[in-house]
């Protein structure tokens, strides 16, 4: 019995035909996987990509873990957010070069939404390095200032800062333990959130 091959033509050899997606395809399989790969890299690298990516990874999260949380964020908000901070990390100052992460201001694990008005951007090192300190000390002051200028684009684009201190009263009526994590929110938000005038 002879076996039917096909010649691909980006490894430049003739295969079996059942190592081909199709018989129309013009690469096996394998190169088919590999020329899929170095595309998702590419995207990865563009700011949509990353935010994508980042988007993704915080759906993942929630699912794994279950959280019952308002989760209305899309890419576009993602991308608005990374645009407001210059594509920065907003603990390190950073460019963000690789993956990028999206940071809950109240963490999902205390009911913070996955919305616009809830996250700001970081590269992972910063955030997986800084997870469980007090977001106040996380910020730099530079930072600080921006995420308050931030906290009024959020204001400016119409987008409900009710969520976040809807978010934040539930919690305060919850655990003596969320208090003492949202005494070190920003200023601004506690504000927002009608704790500190
Ligand atoms: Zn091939
Ligand atoms: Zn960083």
Redesign the pocket.
């Known amino acids: 019995m002879c076996e039917e091959t096909k010649y691909c033509s980006r490894c430049d050899q003739d295969k079996p035909i059942d190592v081909f997606y199709k018989a129309n395809r013009s690469y096996c399989a394998e190169c088919e996987r590999a020329a899929a790969s170095v595309r998702m890299r590419e995207y990865g690298r563009t700011p949509r990509g990353k935010a994508s990516m980042a988007l993704q990874n915080a759906r993942k999260t929630i699912k794994k873990n279950g959280y019952e949380v308002e989760d209305n964020l899309e890419v576009d908000d993602v991308l608005a957010v990374m645009e407001f901070f210059g594509n ?7 460019e ?1 070069a690789g993956t990028m992460s999206i940071d809950h201001v109240v963490p999902l694990s205390k009911g913070g939404g996955n919305t616009k008005a809830n996250i700001v951007v ?2 992972m ?3 997986v390095k800084k997870h469980d300190r007090p977001i106040a000390e996380r910020f730099s002051q530079e930072k600080q200032e921006e995420v308050e200028r931030y906290s009024a684009f959020v204001d400016g684009e119409d987008i409900e800062c009710e969520s976040l201190s809807a978010e934040v009263k539930r919690l305060l009526s919850g655990l003596s333990k969320a208090v003492e994590n949202f005494s070190s929110l920003p200023d601004v938000m506690l504000q927002k959130s009608g704790l500190r005038n």
């Open positions: 920065t990390c907003v603990y390190c100052d950073q963000i970081a590269c090192p910063c955030n």
